[in-house]
């Protein structure tokens, strides 16, 4: 199947909602191309795994507590690099964000290391518009372990680089601080990404070179990629669709379960213009929201896009599986400020013997 054949799939920005009203399911597909082994980063990644499982030895039997207590930390704001940076910022624009932050998201997406914002964004807003088709990067009709980390083992699919060309880049363009990055990423990541959280360590809190390279540099990245994978893989096949059971995206619970803002799969698919990438309420309340919220009170974070309960309602309603929660009275997910606000008329009145 070559370029020119592919449809786009899904949804991408807030107006693509309005087009896009169709099932989906029939349009995956993958041509069954071979796939063209890349060796280089094939062994890199084998190595890397190797030794983060050796910083997985140290960090339970030499690390020293602070490490061990740096080293969730170190993680979490990893993966607020990509999901608050790279994702909701510059791929979706959910957000606006001033210079000061702008400069901590490329900083934590630079110590991320997933690649330059740019490039980063490009491949996601190609996934979204031709998601499960070989136009997608990590298209998963070709499996979870492709979708997972063997897309980064291959050569790209025609298609992914066709798309990719065609896709609006624009806004990252005339962005100087995201062109800054790419333009010297090869000087910054290095430093950022593993230089400094080996030699941080060592000065700080006297670590050993041997725990700080193994567990806060090797380790940390290793285990930063592969949540971030998951959301590729697992949460494309794995899960609930409550918001729209015709497209493969999935609410992947272990996903939710880390609490770092990207486990409700199906409903950023559905809604992709969300800053919060989940909904309202107990479904919201995730590191990298929390993160964005922070600033937003700062004022360095501004114009935060959401959905309203009322479309969200609607959506489940018309294209969702069942599995959402039931709106209404009772219902476990209801929270108690809302309760309490809620306005109760023509109460039954309660006299003696009744």
Same mark, same amino acid.
């Given at each position: 199947?070559?370029?020119?054949?592919?449809?786009?799939?899904?949804?991408?920005?807030?107006?693509?909602?309005?087009?896009?009203?169709?099932?989906?399911?029939?349009?995956?597909?993958?041509?069954? @191309? #071979?796939?063209?082994? &890349?060796?280089?980063?094939?062994?890199?990644?084998? *190595?890397?795994? +190797?030794?983060?499982?050796?910083? !997985?030895?140290?960090?339970?039997?030499?690390?020293?507590?602070?490490?061990?207590?740096?080293?969730?930390?170190?993680?979490?704001?990893?993966?607020?690099?990509?999901?608050?940076?790279?994702?909701?910022?510059?791929?979706?624009?959910?957000?606006?964000?001033?210079?000061?932050?702008?400069?901590?998201?490329?900083?934590?997406?630079?110590?991320?290391?997933?690649?330059?914002?740019?490039?980063?964004?490009?491949?996601?807003?190609?996934?979204?518009?031709?998601?499960?088709?070989?136009?997608?990067?990590?298209?998963?009709?070709?499996?979870?372990?492709?979708?997972?980390?063997?897309?980064?083992?291959? @050569? #790209?699919?025609?298609? &992914?680089?066709?798309?990719?060309?065609?896709?609006? *880049?624009?806004? +990252?363009?005339?962005?100087?601080? !995201?062109?800054?990055?790419?333009?010297?990423?090869?000087?910054?990541?290095?430093?950022?990404?593993?230089?400094?959280?080996?030699?941080?360590?060592?000065?700080?809190?006297?670590?050993?070179?041997?725990?700080?390279?193994?567990?806060?540099?090797?380790?940390?990245?290793?285990?930063?990629?592969?949540?971030?994978?998951?959301?590729?893989?697992?949460?494309?096949?794995?899960?609930?669709?409550?918001?729209?059971?015709?497209?493969?995206?999935?609410?992947?619970?272990?996903?939710?379960?880390?609490?770092?803002?990207?486990?409700?799969?199906?409903?950023?698919?559905?809604?992709?213009?969300?800053?919060?990438?989940?909904?309202?309420?107990?479904?919201?309340?995730?590191?990298?929201?929390?993160?964005?919220?922070?600033?937003?009170?700062?004022?360095?974070?501004?114009?935060?896009?959401?959905?309203?309960?009322?479309?969200?309602?609607?959506?489940?309603?018309?294209?969702?599986?069942?599995?959402?929660?039931?709106?209404?009275?009772?219902?476990?997910?209801?929270?108690?400020?809302?309760?309490?606000?809620?306005?109760?008329?023509?109460?039954?009145?309660?006299?003696?013997?009744?």
């Amino acid at each position: 199947m070559t370029a020119t054949t592919v449809n786009a799939t899904g949804v991408l920005f807030e107006a693509d909602a309005e087009a896009l009203d169709q099932d989906v399911s029939q349009k995956k597909y993958t041509d069954g @191309r #071979k796939l063209q082994l &890349v060796w280089r980063n094939i062994v890199l990644f084998a *190595l890397v795994h +190797l030794f983060s499982l050796y910083g !997985v030895w140290l960090l339970f039997t030499e690390a020293t507590w602070t490490t061990f207590l740096a080293f969730p930390v170190s993680v979490a704001f990893s993966i607020v690099g990509i999901s608050g940076g790279a994702h909701r910022l510059y791929a979706h624009r959910t957000f606006k964000a001033k210079v000061p932050l702008q400069l901590i998201l490329l900083f934590l997406d630079t110590f991320a290391f997933q690649d330059a914002v740019y490039y980063w964004a490009r491949d996601h807003r190609v996934h979204h518009k031709y998601t499960e088709t070989d136009a997608d990067p990590y298209n998963s009709e070709r499996g979870w372990f492709f979708s997972h980390i063997g897309w980064l083992c291959v @050569r #790209k699919h025609p298609d &992914v680089v066709a798309k990719g060309k065609e896709i609006d *880049l624009s806004d +990252l363009k005339q962005d100087r601080l !995201v062109m800054f990055q790419k333009k010297y990423f090869l000087v910054l990541m290095p430093l950022i990404c593993f230089v400094m959280p080996t030699v941080l360590p060592m000065y700080c809190w006297g670590e050993s070179l041997k725990v700080s390279w193994h567990v806060l540099a090797l380790l940390r990245w290793c285990l930063n990629l592969n949540i971030i994978w998951l959301v590729n893989s697992s949460a494309h096949m794995f899960g609930m669709r409550p918001y729209d059971k015709k497209i493969s995206p999935t609410d992947e619970r272990f996903l939710m379960f880390l609490r770092m803002g990207e486990g409700y799969h199906n409903y950023h698919h559905v809604f992709p213009w969300d800053y919060k990438s989940a909904e309202l309420g107990p479904y919201s309340r995730d590191f990298t929201t929390r993160f964005i919220n922070f600033f937003a009170w700062l004022g360095w974070a501004y114009d935060l896009k959401s959905v309203s309960p009322d479309m969200v309602r609607r959506r489940v309603l018309r294209t969702g599986d069942g599995s959402h929660p039931v709106w209404g009275w009772g219902d476990k997910d209801l929270q108690k400020e809302d309760v309490v606000d809620s306005t109760i008329t023509h109460q039954r009145k309660i006299t003696a013997g009744s």
